[in-house]
Each structure stands twice: as C-alpha cells, then as structure tokens.
C-alpha cells in the first residue's frame, strides 16, 4: 500500500503543505459536535496514535507524543490537547476501504507463476512522469535487469496489490514474504470502475473491487486491457524482518492498524494527526483513527481509506465500502486554531 502518507508551520508553516488557503476551509468545532465521541474505544485510537508519533517532528507534536508515552487517560488526552477541526474545500466526503492482499505466487517464474514483481528502476526515480503501465507491461524495458522480487499467478491480484500499495505473497513450500510500496511511475491514479461504468457495462451502485475482478477473470483479453487504462504502475520492495503479527507498513514506514488506520491526502491532513470519522451507509463507522498512510485515488480533504487488515476476509469488507460521511481532524491546540478560518458553536 496503503500507500504512503507530506504540512507545514508559519500561516505557512501551519497549513498542510500544497493548501491553498482561500479555497479551503477550516473550522473548529467542540468535541461535543463529534457523533459518538462519547462511545468510542479511546484507548485504541492512542494505542495506534503512539506507533507513528514518535516520528513526528515538529516540536508541538513531538511534545504531545512524550506526554502519550505516559500512559494517560486517553480521552482525556486527545479532549485537552487537541481541537477538532474541520478541513473542507468544497468537495463531499467519501469514504472507501483498503486491506493488505495475500497473493500466490514463487521466486522463480514457471508454469501460472508468470506475472512479475518489480522493484523501481533507477530512471523512474529520475524521470516523473515515467512510462505508463501498459509501455512497462507490453515492452522490454523491465527485462533481464533481475528487477522481479517475485512472481504470481493472476494479474488481476497484481492489479489491487499495487493499489493496496503493500501484501504478503504465499510461496508453494507455505512460507511468506512480504512486500512494500517502493515507488511509483508518477502518472496520476485512473478508475478502471468508472471506466466500466462509463462503458455501459455496470452502474454506478454495481461496481466494487470483486466485480472488477470477477470481469476481468471472464474477459481475459479486455480485461488486461481495462487495467491498461490505468497507467499509474507501483513498484515494490521486499520487507524483511517484519513481524507477521504486525499490520503492513504505512506511508510513515509504520505498521497500519485494523480500524484505526487511514490513508489520507496529505496536501490536507498531517501523517500521524487523529481523525474523527463518522462514516455512513449501511455499517456506520463513528470513530477515532490516525492518518498513517496515503494512496495515490486518495485526494481531498474529505477522503479517507479506512485500513480493514489482511487477507479475503478484510479485502471483501474493503471492497463493499463506498460511503458519504465527514471526517475531523483532530490537531494541537493553537494549531488548530492559528489555522481556523471560522469556529461553529
């Protein structure tokens, strides 16, 4: 993933860098106007606060990290230390899910295990945009280069994988490696479920991650072709001695929590900062979580990827997701307000 949360101090320095301030706003509400505050497990949320903060570094943050390494009450913490404060510019709330994946795959190619890996070429570092996805998957350019951590068996996984942006790989003799986002080729993220929605071939309300799947299976030669359309291509690298128990590493290089991570858009919420979500639909979701994490379809200051975990299970709960809400972002005291724009009452 994932994925990959990036805000500044100064009224320039205490906007989030690449926020333009005349086009956003930023209002400070009570902890009283957060729907179901009161309920929540704030515990949790301190417990995943603390994995990332003490890679925070500046100074207002890393002083509320020492303060949370000494185990206080946790509402109480977030309640004196922090304000809410709501980021908008204009656009509504959406909220979506992410999980880590668990592909098949070997270390060598053979048989169905033809679909590579790769790590980032040296020249996509240098050269932003790179090739698209389909000039990568179609050319030469890869190849003979030992670039390939390893090989799976179903294009379609690889497809979600690089949008999860992290996820183990299972090998045949039953042992694991996992691997993390280790690049990109700078072109911008297209939905290949507005493609097939703008195609006549589902509706809007249609579309979901197993769907896109499920077509791609049926139709192997469009289907290669659907993902081509998008030419946003991410690179991996292994990750070695970490922790099976753990979540995948987020864009702060931390592992991600089941429930309590986000990805964010950083232009507008700091890595690391709290965020009170209150998400709607069918399975309405009022809780604290931390922005530990980016995604490249994750833009806006009222979008979130909520982390669901590992494996089918979490990636067929992620894929249902699609749903309207608000989210909160809770910030340092004077932060929060040098930064206000107005305060609702």
């Not at 294009?155 to 003799?173: N, Y």
């Not at 290669?224 to 290089?253: I, Q, T, W």
């Not at 931390?254 to 890595?271: E, F, K, N």
Request: aromatic content about 10%; glycine content about 10%; overall charge neutral.
């Amino acid at each position: 993933m994932i994925r990959a949360v990036f805000a500044a101090l100064s009224f320039a320095l205490l906007l989030p860098a690449g926020v333009v301030a005349d086009e956003t706003t930023y209002s400070v509400l009570s902890f009283e106007e957060l729907n179901g505050w009161e309920q929540d497990d704030h515990q949790k949320a301190l417990d995943a606060f603390l994995v990332t903060c003490p890679d925070m570094k500046d100074p207002d943050w890393q002083s509320l990290c020492a303060l949370a390494q000494q185990k206080p009450n946790a509402k109480g913490f977030f309640e004196l230390l922090f304000r809410p404060i709501l980021i908008s510019e204009g656009d509504p709330a959406l909220f979506t899910g992410y999980f880590e994946p668990e592909l098949r795959g070997a270390l060598q190619p053979g048989g169905r295990y033809k679909y590579p890996i790769y790590r980032e070429p040296p020249e996509a570092k240098a050269i932003n945009p790179w090739l698209t996805r389909r000039e990568i998957e179609t050319g030469t350019v890869m190849q003979g280069r030992g670039l390939e951590i390893a090989w799976v068996d179903d294009p379609v996984e690889l497809f979600f994988l690089q949008i999860q942006g992290s996820g183990r790989i299972r090998l045949p003799d039953g042992s694991m490696i996992r691997v993390g986002y280790g690049g990109s080729n700078g072109h911008n993220y297209r939905s290949i479920g507005a493609e097939l929605v703008r195609r006549g071939i589902y509706s809007v309300h249609q579309v979901s991650a197993q769907v896109i799947k499920n077509w791609v299976r049926r139709n192997p030669e469009d289907g290669l072709e659907l993902l081509r359309f998008n030419p946003s291509y991410v690179f991996f690298r292994k990750l070695d001695n970490h922790a099976s128990d753990l979540g995948p590493l987020g864009a702060m290089n931390r592992p991600v929590t089941d429930g309590r991570s986000i990805a964010v858009d950083p232009a507008y919420v700091t890595l690391g900062a709290p965020v009170w979500i209150e998400k709607g639909g069918k399975r309405p979701i009022r809780r604290l979580m931390i922005a530990q994490d980016t995604g490249s379809a994750i833009k806006g200051s009222q979008r979130a990827d909520i982390f669901f975990g590992t494996g089918d299970k979490a990636g067929r709960a992620a894929g249902r997701l699609r749903d309207p809400g608000r989210m909160v972002v809770l910030m340092p005291i004077q932060r929060a307000f040098a930064m206000a724009t107005e305060t609702l009452q």
